[in-house]
């Protein structure tokens, strides 16, 4: 069984940056993708963006715009997901997942941590 915990959220002006963590535990982290949600209040969860497990494929919402990055350091058991140029907008609850493919969908993922609560101010 896979365990996730995801940190690194906070409060951070329009136009800043957060770096989101995603450390696993109880499984084989370097064989698994990792899948990067978000939900906030009046929406539903939606994908952000994935890692392949090898680190190099990454995918993105077009959303994103450039302005998010996908990365892992399977050494350290640990993925993460580089948050800049930061809009109201993108004030969420950020997930990371992990499952057998780089997917665009929750179903493809097996494994969920519990969030990390981003708000960005205006």
């Known amino acids: 069984q896979v365990q996730l915990m995801e940190s690194g959220g906070g409060l951070v002006q329009t136009g800043g940056s957060l770096r989101l963590s995603c450390v696993a535990s109880?499984?084989?982290?370097?064989?698994?993708?990792i899948g990067w949600f978000r939900q906030s209040p009046s929406k539903e969860r939606e994908f952000v963006g994935a890692?392949?497990?090898?680190?190099?494929?990454?995918t993105y919402a077009a959303f994103v715009k450039a302005r998010f990055t996908a990365s892992r350091d399977n050494a350290k058991n640990a993925g993460y997901l580089q948050l800049g140029r930061l809009k109201p907008e993108d004030t969420a609850v950020y997930y990371c997942?992990?499952?057998?493919?780089?997917?665009?969908?929750?179903?493809?993922?097996?494994?969920w941590g519990q969030g990390t609560q981003v708000t960005v101010g205006s």
């Open positions: 997942a992990a499952g057998n493919y780089a997917g665009l969908t929750e179903e493809e993922y097996d494994y």
């Open positions: 109880g499984g084989t982290f370097e064989k698994l993708a």
């Open positions: 890692i392949s497990a090898s680190g190099l494929t990454t």
